[in-house]
């Protein structure tokens, strides 16, 4: 259990780190993605790119799972 808490905090630790890299490729300002600009005020919800997220990890764990 423990090694498995590391190892998704390292993922994480990874993921910060690379995040500038990341949202160069587009992750973050996809087209479900919304986000709304009025005077000093920003909204901006990642729908699309938490989707995306979490298919992802949830294809990963399952692989995992499986071995």
């Given amino acids: 259990m ?15 780190i690379l995040w500038p ?3 160069r490729l ?3 300002r996809l ?3 919304i986000m709304i ?3 000093n005020f920003t909204f901006y919800a990642p729908i ?3 989707l995306l997220v979490s ?10 799972n499986r071995w």
Avoid at 3 to 11: A, C, K, Q, S, V
Avoid at 55 to 64: A, E, H
């Fill in 2 to 16: 423990s090694r498995t808490l590391i190892t998704i905090g390292l993922i994480i630790v990874a993921a910060g």
């Fill in 48 to 50: 699309a790119t938490g």
């Fill in 21 to 23: 890299w990341l949202t």
């Fill in 31 to 33: 087209p479900g993605d």
């Fill in 55 to 64: 298919i992802v990890l949830s294809v990963i764990l399952w692989l995992i």
């Fill in 37 to 39: 600009r009025r005077g």
């Fill in 26 to 28: 587009g992750l973050g």
